[in-house]
């Protein structure tokens, strides 16, 4: 059966409804036009130019991101421009654009459920909860206690990760009711701390942030952002389900490329 973008979204929102999206999160229809029927979809981290000619040679319709692909208005249409370069590309290629981002993070299961149970957390429950009492964060226990250091070795390994940030006062904890807040999660330290988590995992811990968390105590692990590309294999397995389920004519793949901006040396 054809489809169109209208229908994987009304699917997406669904699961994951743009109620829940935090203010000023641009989450929703980026670009393009949802009535065009789509054959190919293509499910991303972020949408920068090397995973849109991606898209273009692989002859996608759809692409479903997580990240926004306009954070900011263009405040001209100068393609020059790279980021208005690939506004153009995605335009003359008929691709539309989709987003699900702090709905996507809140929602359950959904991107913080995916990244306590790649770190196999056990009994998750919800911290970090928005003024709709809806939980951002996850919270669980690992299944046999380890230190500091080790968890932070455990996750650097889990997520393939080159480096990561380790904030703690002692390395040597035994730690094990662990929180976890996918991407920028720093400004929710003060949640860990009330839910007594002994490790709070996030990513982009600013410096004097990092200094607020040392003097409460708190340890913290900053992996980075990029782990948030299990997205990527989530949502692609959700897309096959509802192409399944509605018998959709539908083609289904995840981004081959890493979007990770840093290298670790």
């Not at 981002?101 to 913080?112: A, F, L, Q, S, Y």
């Not at 939980?135 to 996750?155: N, Q, W």
Request: glycine letters at 6%; proline letters at 5%.
């Amino acid at each position: 059966m054809e489809v169109t973008g209208q229908d994987i979204v009304t699917q997406i929102e669904a699961y994951a409804p743009l109620i829940l999206k935090m203010n000023h999160d641009p989450s929703g229809l980026q670009l393009g036009d949802l009535r065009r029927p789509v054959h190919r979809v293509l499910t991303t981290l972020d949408v920068r130019p090397e995973v849109v000619q991606e898209a273009i040679t692989n002859q996608v319709d759809f692409i479903f991101a997580h990240h926004p692909l306009i954070f900011h208005p263009a405040v001209n249409l100068d393609t020059t421009i790279p980021q208005n370069a690939m506004y153009a590309e995605l335009l003359k290629h008929d691709i539309t654009v989709y987003a699900a981002h702090t709905n996507m993070d809140k929602t359950c299961p959904g991107m913080n459920d995916w990244l306590a149970q790649a770190l196999k957390l056990q009994q998750l429950e919800s911290f970090a909860r928005d003024n709709d009492g809806v939980g951002l964060g996850r919270v669980g226990l690992l299944a046999t206690p380890m230190t500091c250091l080790e968890l932070a070795k455990y996750v650097k390994q889990v997520f393939h990760l080159g480096g990561l940030r380790l904030i703690t006062p002692d390395i040597n904890k035994v730690v094990q009711r662990i929180g976890i807040i996918g991407g920028d999660g720093g400004k929710f330290y003060l949640d860990a701390l009330e839910d007594h988590i002994d490790v709070f995992i996030t990513g982009d811990v600013y410096y004097h942030t990092a200094h607020d968390m040392l003097s409460a105590g708190l340890s913290v692990i900053d992996p980075g952002h990029h782990i948030e590309s299990i997205f990527k294999v989530q949502t692609a397995k959700l897309l096959k389900h509802w192409a399944h389920e509605n018998q959709w004519a539908l083609t289904v793949q995840s981004s081959q490329l890493s979007t990770e901006p840093y290298q670790f040396i």
